[in-house]
């Protein structure tokens, strides 16, 4: 799957569902009717279709169940994980307590890379943005300066 792209402002209604923008519901597999979302390792939520969501899980599930680290890792990693329905127009509700811990206030952001779409309060993406490392040519030499080119 070619992999999501751009940063998307929308707002969550009052019953706590947001419309996903044509532009990137245009990127979806035709066969996307639900996408998984789950809470991202800051403080975000992420959104997978289901197809990426099971090669996730594949690489997440072939853990160690004998390493006690791998089974707390595959417990939070797992945790809310929830299978949500994309409507006939296009919007998701995002269920309560994953509005409750990400921390969305009715402007969010989404942000579409790779294989995922974060899903931000708009303040909070905002400062994350603010925190950007002061030479960011550093961290590329820093985690990609080792890679090959194809």
């Known amino acids: 799957m070619p992999g999501f792209i751009g940063e998307y402002e929308c707002t969550l209604d009052t019953k706590g569902r947001i419309m996903l923008p044509a532009a ?48 707390k890792f595959k417990r939070y990693y797992f945790q809310g994980a929830t299978e949500v329905s994309v409507d006939g127009i296009g919007r998701i509700l995002i269920p309560k307590q994953h509005q409750e811990d990400a921390g969305l206030d009715e402007d969010i952001v989404l942000f579409a890379y790779s294989n995922q779409i974060e899903i931000w309060d708009k303040a909070e993406y905002t400062r994350l943005l603010k925190s950007e490392p002061e030479d960011f040519s550093v961290l590329a030499e820093e985690v990609m300066g080792n890679t090959k080119k194809d």
Do not use: H, M
Not at 30 to 50: D, H, N, P, Q, V
Not at 52 to 69: G, H, T
């Open 24 to 71: 990137l519901r245009k990127q979806f597999p035709r066969s996307a009717k639900s996408l998984i979302i789950k809470r991202g390792f800051e403080k975000c939520l992420i959104l997978y279709t289901r197809e990426e969501w099971a090669v996730i899980s594949k690489r997440v599930n072939d853990l160690n169940d004998f390493v006690r680290n791998n089974r």
